[in-house]
């Protein structure tokens, strides 16, 4: 497969959907411009998210779409070539809201994703996904995950075994609610939040696509930090905690085809011995 030019967006996204339509719409073809291929925008990007992990404002939810809605098919529109997950709530039948994530180009939804793990409070909000999922698109097989997923190795893992070359990581991450620190890239969710990245990337060996709000919503203010990292956890590009775009071209099969040439993790796996021995087995 020929190089392609991957992209993750730092922005900030409110409550006004129209707004946020808008943006997305105007990133798209600004990095259309700039050659990028694989466009990941941040979690809860078309209507934003809480602003309180707590006691979320029951009269201020965020606004649950549908996939055939008008605001899913604006992105497919402006898409064109490029393929762009974007994040969303997505309405639930019989009521509720999901924190998901659809990833389209201009031919229509090439996959969909519901979050898996839920923060503490979030549940007051959203309904929890129960599966992951891969598929196909133009630069590779791609999986999803949405922000809290990406502390849970096996989350990532579940994608890599699914044959995902690119991981796209779709956050509106916040700084520590309980001991903030004076600085953005001294606080201890930013240093966690490149951690993650990092690691999930380097344990699969897979390109991983992460980006994030920035600005402040509620009691959240967000970190921003997108980038996008390699198959050996080394991060490619970095807007770190201002807005942008992280871009970087890269060979996706061939950087990963280096990175598992010696030590290929996911078929040196022994899952039969992941457990903890009783007695009777020592």
Not at 31 to 45: E, H, I, T
Request: hydrophobic share 40%; glycine share 12%.
């Amino acid at each position: 497969m020929a190089p392609v030019t991957l992209g993750a967006v730092a922005a900030h996204f409110g409550r006004d959907l129209d707004r946020g339509v808008t943006k997305v719409v105007g990133i798209i073809e600004s990095a259309a411009r700039d050659g990028v291929d694989f466009l990941v925008f941040p979690d809860a990007c078309l209507g934003g998210y809480i602003g309180d992990f707590h006691r979320p404002d029951p009269d201020d939810p965020p606004p649950a779409l549908t996939l055939d809605g008008p605001e899913i098919a604006a992105v497919v529109s402006a898409a064109g070539p490029m393929t762009v997950c974007v994040g969303y709530a997505e309405s639930a039948p019989g009521g509720g809201r999901y924190n998901a994530a659809v990833c389209v180009c201009g031919d229509g939804v090439l996959g969909t994703y519901r979050k898996v793990h839920q923060p503490v409070g979030e549940s007051l909000t959203y309904l929890a996904g129960d599966t992951f999922s891969t598929f196909d698109t133009p630069v590779g097989r791609v999986g999803m995950l949405i922000d809290y997923d990406k502390t849970f190795p096996e989350a990532a893992r579940t994608l890599a075994m699914g044959g995902a070359d690119i991981i796209a990581a779709l956050s509106v991450w916040p700084a520590s609610v309980t001991d903030r620190a004076s600085r953005l890239p001294a606080d201890r969710q930013s240093r966690l939040f490149d951690l993650y990245d990092c690691a999930r990337a380097a344990e699969n060996q897979v390109v991983l696509v992460s980006s994030n709000q920035t600005g402040v919503m509620g009691n959240l203010r967000f970190l921003g930090q997108a980038k996008v990292v390699g198959p050996g956890g080394d991060i490619l590009a970095t807007t770190r905690s201002k807005g942008g775009l992280a871009k970087v071209e890269i060979d996706v099969h061939a950087e990963i085809t280096r990175a598992r040439r010696v030590l290929n993790h996911l078929t040196e796996l022994r899952p039969g011995s992941y457990h903890v021995a009783s007695e009777a087995d020592r």
